[in-house]
């Protein structure tokens, strides 16, 4: 696997897990306090490291700080994955801009470009996720890529796509929600802008929405800061507080998940009742090659496809390991049926996202629930 090497992901982790305590003096906390003052001590000249809660919270910087190290990357956090996205858009687009994106990503984001940019003179073309990186890119003045997809779970390859990107000199916009920053170098590979939403694997205990936007490019990242200093677009203290929190075991953490969703996955493809299974670490996958050359695991999504729609709820709800809602990303597996939002997958694929749960213990509770389907 050569996503980026364990060395460099290893030390990354390393500065994320002391970004916050070596920078404090003696007598301080050893975890950033949740600062909820909107109002900072301000006599005269307004040049303060802390302004106004708008513009930046010592709770939120220290969440960029740790955000910032797992990337490699300076950091701008957002009170969702969607503010994160809709501030990399509204930072980089003009009217008269063509877009290029993928058809089988997150809906939203091609729900907020029809209703919003559209109306402004922003066109947008859409193109499956694999056949992102042999497109053509005339004409067009930005890309935007999600790998691995989501729900469908196909992948795009991020260094061929990002050395046409830069040759067409246009930049490379890459939602990175689905594998994290840990997994998948995606600025490394190429891209010239980051997205997470933070509020799944990142903060990884779901109860925080949170998302960031990292670039090493200084003019863009000024422009995002702008941004969300003027629309508002900035994250509380508390949600902040539970991201750096959460961050702190994301390496053990999709150590196990993507441990079970192996197992899973293997589980699944052997068994009768399941129609067809996506895991980019399965060796009969169409991905999984391009996978292991810019992944440093497969991830914990696996997408399970039965014979329909009923045959899969009836999956959903009587596992007892499963708990039924749409996110993923959290410590407990969890799973539904995507088609009931209108994603463009078969009536009876579930998108599940397999937790931290010891895993023997995992693999009975799905083994004997499709045993009795
Ligand atoms: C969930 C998700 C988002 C949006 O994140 P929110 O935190 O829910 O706003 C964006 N992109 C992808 C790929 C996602 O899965």
Not at 31 to 50: C, H, Q, R, W, Y
Not at 246 to 260: A, E, H, Y
Request: charged share 20%.
């Amino acid at each position: 696997m050569t996503g980026h090497s364990e060395t460099d992901r290893h030390a990354r982790m390393m500065q994320a897990l002391h970004a916050f305590g070596k920078r404090q003096r003696k007598g301080d906390p050893a975890t950033p306090p949740i600062v909820s003052s909107v109002k900072f001590n301000l006599p005269g000249d307004p040049e303060a490291p802390f302004v106004y809660g708008r513009y930046g919270t010592p709770t939120l910087e220290a969440t960029e700080a740790a955000l910032g190290a797992l990337e490699g990357a300076p950091v701008i956090g957002f009170p969702s994955g969607m503010a994160a996205v809709t501030a990399a858009l509204f930072s980089s687009v003009k009217s008269g801009d063509r877009l290029l994106l993928p058809s089988d990503g997150y809906f939203a984001v091609r729900a907020l470009i029809a209703e919003f940019l559209e109306i402004l003179g922003v066109k947008a073309d859409y193109v499956p996720t694999p056949a992102l990186s042999t497109h053509s890119l005339g004409g067009y003045s930005l890309v935007w890529v999600e790998t691995p997809s989501n729900p469908g779970l196909d992948i795009c390859d991020l260094q061929r796509l990002a050395s046409r990107t830069k040759l067409a000199g246009i930049p490379l916009i890459a939602d990175n929600t689905t594998a994290t920053p840990f997994l998948q170098p995606v600025l490394d590979l190429g891209a010239d802008i980051s997205i997470c939403s933070d509020t799944k694997a990142v903060s990884g205990h779901g109860d925080a929405l949170f998302g960031h936007v990292a670039s090493r490019n200084e003019g863009f990242m000024a422009r995002v800061r702008a941004w969300r200093k003027m629309s508002g677009s900035t994250p509380g203290p508390w949600e902040s507080f539970l991201v750096q929190r959460g961050l702190q075991t994301l390496d053990v953490r999709l150590q196990r998940m993507c441990t079970n969703a192996k197992a899973v996955a293997e589980l699944a493809s052997n068994h009768a009742k399941i129609r067809n299974v996506r895991y980019p670490g399965l060796e009969t996958d169409p991905c999984n090659a391009l996978a292991a050359q810019q992944m440093s695991d497969f991830g914990f999504l696996v997408g399970l496809t039965f014979s329909d729609a009923a045959t899969a709820e009836q999956f959903i709800e009587h596992t007892a390991s499963i708990y039924p809602s749409t996110s993923f990303g959290a410590v407990h597996t969890s799973g539904e049926r995507r088609a009931r939002w209108g994603d463009a997958v078969p009536e009876g694929y579930v998108r599940l996202s397999v937790g931290c749960e010891p895993t023997s213990h995992l693999l009975r509770s799905l083994k004997d629930s499709l045993d009795a389907l």
